[in-house]
């Protein structure tokens, strides 16, 4: 694998030279628990009612918080070698977690000797062991080895999930937080995680699917743990700026981010072709052009050419009515990603949230619709996630109806498309679907980017065309006077979509359109529009800051109104292999200008949804109000009669 233009190399020379001293920690050293606790090995009790001696506890005054816990003899080479119930021969899987914990212990030291070097640690370390160091350089000194102890920490864990994670089986352990963490040096640090480690090996590990799934877990709290001790520490910069890779095991380690193996999933649903999908001009025209928009990330710069020039769509919204084709939709775009990326070679994941990932376990939706993101958003793979019916799966906040399960999926979706600490690459987009999306939290639903009507077939060759199609072969009815497919044409049919979003399509803002073109004039300035857009707000409060962000982004999008030449997906030489700054000349020779035509088409298109969604939701709660008092009086009428 070829390092990317911000990678260092870590040696393997500076790896292995620690396996020494880290196969002698291993097999034993000693540690005196400061935070956390150790099991419990009391003697039993000689007879009724003599219970065994206590620990010591002084009478000295001001010792008396001290702690008095005695030092442990750790051996865990010896515990892990114990995990299996006593075999005298140490097993595959076991001989597996000693090697990949000297790897990982032996990882975090190089990474902790480069992290020395770089901010002058080593010769702090070397000047405080002479008794030379200046007292000024005391609160720096004990900063950087603080600094230096999370780290060593993180990639002990980090490197430590990664080489296990091979081995996994369907077994899981819960460790539990892990508590004993000390920064006071990177030596100190590795203790007291193998000693907490030893502990948890002898708790849970009965076997060796155990013992595996035990020093995976225990490696996945320790991240965790660390990284929200990184959150607030300083002298971090040099290694959140930084990223080294190993060579030997595939290992890219990218400051406090988990590293894993850019893996593909196995996709096992129906592709559809585009000519498969009937009617849904615009929302299929933009859904092929965003398959290729995927296709032009850069591995090397992690970054899209799109993403920078703001013409990618990260997030999006597709509705309709039940049956007009949004499963279709999202079968044909995961088809034609799959196919570019198996051309180009590229790992692609596609991942569906649904209902299943609703737990009845109090924080287990979060953590499910969290590791449904982190699938995604993974920067080494091309990745494509769909929320069917989201209506039923995001709760609605305010909704009585909505489960804790529901709202704490809606919480972690409206962090990660558009909270603080939301970074869009542009190797990744989210899509989300419902027949019903005035049922969707009006926060969330603002945070889709780009708005997709399906609408399924609409004209009479539309119908003709699905007939058609779905009827298959196996019959001799003559086709007639129709040309198969024509009224599929995407180019033309999408110029006249949005040529139909001169004047809006929904009454409510049709009113406001005609009445503000009415007091201004034509939309021609950007004074104009702004007073059209304040307009809408006066007529739909909804109507925010983050609305007119999404139009101006669904702009851009118009800005990079063209189609990746086929050719260049068939043919990656021609652009999906070439450097970031080619790929990006190329793109901007194919951008076109933005119009003003382009402004009010798009400003029509979302507002349309937007009193679309108000209009149908409103009418919705008058409907089931009109429902229930026709029920009451009914009822009411039949009790009378009975009397």
Known sequence: MSLTSDQMELREDDIVGHYPAVTAMLEGFDHTPRIGVADSDETPEKSSGIGSRRRFRTTTPGLVTRSTARSEGVQLLARIEAADGGDALTSPLQATVMNVLRRAVSIALAVADQYGAQTGLGDLKRANLQGSLAAARKTEFSELLAAEALITLYVFGNATAYLLSPHLSEVTVEVGEVEEILTDNGQLALHGALWELDQDIGAHAGDDARLVATVAAFAEQLMEKVKLRAQTAGRLEPFNGAAWHVAADDLTIRGFSPSSKAKSTTLTMTFKKPNEVVGNHIAKYQAMKLAKMLMAYDFDRRLNPFAELGGFIFTFMGDGKPGTGKTTLIQMMAGMINDYCQIAGYPFRYQNLSTDNIDSYQGKSGQNAKAFIDTIIDPSVIGFGTIDDIDTLAGKRGDRQSSAGQLEIT???????????????????FGMFSNYPENVDDALRQRAGARFLVDGPITREDYIDILYLLMGKNHDIPLGDHDAYAAQEIKKAVAASFASYARPHEDGLLRVYEQVRGDIGALDTIAKLGTYLKGIQEADDRFTGRAIKNITDAVKVRAMDFELPDEWMENPDLFLFQDYDTKMN????????????????????YADSEFRYADKSDEVAIDNMVREYERTEAAKKRYLEGK
């Open 411 to 429: 919480a972690v979706l409206m962090e990660s498309f558009a909270g603080a600490n939301t970074v869009v690459r542009g190797n990744c987009t």
């Open 586 to 605: 190329m793109i901007k020779e194919l951008r076109q200008p933005i119009t003003v035509e382009m402004v009010i088409q798009e400003i029509n298109r």
